[in-house]
């Protein structure tokens, strides 16, 4: 009687620990290199090994991009006790030497699998092995698991349940794993993925290396088939900042920024590249909506541009900032998107996209955009500091975002 008791309370508290343990995961939003834009399926442990050192070298690591994410085309199967393997001829040291190396260059590393039989890549995924894996991911020492959608029913309640599913199977694995949920938003998990034990939650589809589609689908769904842009990506994302905050955020995909219409999955559906001012846009766009920040570009050459935009401290602040509040989008017409999101030192960042094809004014009344009580500008892009009264006057190119951190 005692003894059933005793294993009764001695489970009640593991379950109770398991929960808590994994409650602060992701207080801001992860930030970190993913191999999936750029390599696709075409990875193995020294490209791994030389993107690790290339964050280092860079200054991204220090800059805050502290995770390797491996997406899909690890896997080489399942051993004969059905431990999942990755293929023995990208991987042939084994995931623990590779981790170990991501791990003792100061950063922590991802990995990939998906809710059904087999990847969106066709490889081994976790359905039915969920418990196993996840002991599997922590044995080998990983810090995330991305868990895709590919081949799953299309209902909600079944989404539910698998996510669900892993999560608690990642909860009882004895590893602190952060859990990205990637059903692009289908089924609208910003209203249920966090329950389900999710850090973060793709909002849409995959993104492409482009501003925007030219005939913008009318359902987020019909994205898929066209191909997302940064734009069609912010016009859906930026309707969720309720659903953000800290150790649950709308993860708009990753950054393309650097891409210049390379080869690889964001070159798909019409993936020409950006300019450099549309890759700044997108950075800053992502950092306003408190957005995961997923670097793609093959971070082992990078051009000028590409590095003053990864590398901006000032603006990766705001998105690393611990209120954790997605900007809310005060504007939307035909010429203007302006963003506003609050820090937590109680200054204010705003944003202003120029959606138009050419240079724009504008003549922003703050108290209109509902701020008040600021004296001081500080352009994060241009790194100039400005007194400012009750407006704001500032001239945007197209396509260009800029963000003021406003103060007292
Ligand atoms: C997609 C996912 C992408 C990438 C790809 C791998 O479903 O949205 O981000 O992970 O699968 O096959």
């Given at each position: ?29 992860p930030m970190g290199f993913m191999t999936w ?6 990875i193995?442990?020294?490209?791994v090994?030389?993107l ?13 991009y502290?995770f390797i994410f491996i997406d899909d ?29 991501v791990?003792?260059?100061?950063m922590k590393i991802g990995i990939y ?29 990983f810090d995330y698991l991305k ?31 952060t859990?990205g ?73 990753m ?37 995961p920040?997923m670097i793609t ?112």
């Open positions: 009687m005692y003894k059933k008791f005793f294993l009764f309370f001695a489970s009640t508290i593991t379950v109770f620990l398991a929960t808590a343990q994994n409650k602060n995961l992701a207080p801001t939003p834009n750029y390599f696709a399926l075409d193995d442990e020294s490209k090994k030389s690790a050192d290339a964050m280092v070298e860079s200054g991204l690591r220090d800059a805050g502290n085309g690890w896997q080489g199967g399942r051993d004969n006790k059905n431990n999942m393997i990755p293929d023995p001829k990208k991987f042939p040291s084994g995931m623990k030497a590779l981790v170990d190396y791990h003792s260059k100061g699998s998906d809710a059904a039989p087999l990847t969106c890549g066709g490889y081994t995924a976790s359905l039915g092995f969920e418990e196993q894996d996840a002991k599997t991911f922590a044995n080998w020492g868990y895709d959608y590919c081949g799953a029913p299309t209902d909600w309640q079944t989404a539910i349940k698998r996510y669900q599913t892993m999560s608690e199977a990642l909860k009882k694995s004895g590893r602190d794993i859990f949920i990637c059903e692009w938003g289908d089924r609208e998990p910003w209203l249920w993925a966090k329950k389900s034990g999710g850090q973060l939650w793709r909002t849409t589809a995959d993104i492409r290396d482009k501003w925007e589609s030219l005939n913008p689908p009318k359902t987020a769904y019909e994205l898929h088939s066209v191909g997302a842009g940064i734009m069609n990506i912010v016009n859906i994302n930026a309707e969720l900042n309720k659903f953000a905050g800290p150790n649950g955020w709308n993860d708009p995909d950054l393309v920024v650097g891409l210049y219409g390379k080869k690889g999955p964001s070159g798909d559906l019409g993936g020409v590249g950006c300019t450099d001012v549309e890759y700044q846009s997108q950075m800053s766009l992502w950092c306003l909506m408190a957005s920040l570009c093959d971070v082992r050459n990078m051009n000028d541009a590409t590095k003053r935009i990864l590398l901006n401290k000032d603006v990766i602040a705001i998105d690393q900032d611990i209120l954790g509040v997605q900007a809310e989008r005060k504007i939307k017409n035909d010429t203007w998107q302006m963003f506003v999101k609050p820090l937590s030192n109680g200054d204010v960042a705003l944003g202003i996209l120029n959606v138009s094809d050419k240079t724009q004014t504008a003549n922003i009344n703050l108290a209109e955009l509902g701020i008040a009580g600021k004296t001081k500008s500080f352009d994060v892009w241009g790194k100039t500091t400005a007194k400012i009264s009750a407006t704001i006057k500032v001239s945007v190119a197209a396509h260009e975002t800029k963000i003021y951190r406003l103060m007292k």
